[in-house]
């Protein structure tokens, strides 16, 4: 009876969830993550304006697309990882809109599929003043978005997660970008779009080293769990070091712009984030280092598309 009576008022005092606030979606986007399909963007853009005339509209469709492919890819990581019991109110890293705020799993999987629906009008737009192959190559990137998280095989437990990233995140949407502006891809704008390609698997490299020992208690496979904690940090410091070679060699070999040199001033942040990954073994502890990660890929590719920029005017 009494075992009753405390049950009844366990139910009573549950807190039931507050209708979500604007922050709870905000945080859902993983808005920290986002540069990651910005600057791609962004740097193809200023490459295109090395030989052509900017077609603003173009620009901004493919920028907006771009983003709400990565955010639906950021839900629908959300969605899959608690339906598979993998995240819970302490998780680090993530949105937390299901196990923290109380929004319906299926609320964020039907937004996903609504931001995949407004990016392909947007697509739609772009292909009718371009080509409809970018129907395929776009189709194809939404896939991988989907696919990274969800379905049988997910991309995110396997070693090839860094890969993925930096081709769709990376190597494809600076194409995108320079294509629909120049209508057509060069060997120079394939050269370009290698280092930032390689920083945004660095995101992600970043991401898993964090969640390492998370990650191999539930079944993952990921590259930073075969290599082990140092040798994925030591890893991460060699993409980061062919990053700014690969920029110097271009400089010096197909006559790109010294103003790209401005890359330099990311270094320092390229220096923190390896430094914060030293000596740690918590996920929590390594927040900073892969916060650190994701802000160097960001000034890096911003300085070069901005070495672009000031190349063109000057």
Known sequence: MEERMNNSKDKLNKVTPSKPTWQVWWRLLRPHTLT?????????????????????????????????????TNMFNEYYDFKRGLDHAGSVGIGGAIVRDGVSAKTVLNLAFIFFGIAILLGVYICILTTWWIAVIGSICMAAGYF????????????????????????????????????????????????????????????????LEGDKEKGRKTLAILLGHDKAVALLE????????????????????????????SIPKAFKAIRLFEGKTQAAQMMPAMQATAQMHTQFGLLMAIGLLLAYFI
Do not use: C, K
Request: hydrophobic share 65%.
């Open 36 to 72: 990651a399909s910005f600057v791609p963007v962004f740097l193809g853009t200023m490459l295109a304006l090395q030989s052509h005339t900017l077609h603003f509209g173009l620009f901004m469709a493919m920028m907006i697309a771009s983003i709400l492919i990565q955010s639906a």
């Open 148 to 211: 990274y998280t969800g379905g049988p095989h997910p991309i995110a437990y396997t070693p090839f997660g860094e890969i993925a990233a930096g081709v769709f995140m990376g190597l494809i949407l600076v194409l995108l970008s320079f294509f629909i502006q120049t209508g057509v891809i060069t060997f120079e704008s394939i050269l370009v779009s290698i280092p930032i390609s390689i920083l945004v698997g660095g995101i992600l490299m970043a991401n898993n080293i964090r969640d």
């Open 238 to 265: 060699w993409m980061f070091i062919v990053s700014y070679l690969w920029v110097v060699a271009l400089i010096i070999t197909i006559d790109l712009s010294l103003w790209l040199l401005l890359i330099i001033l």
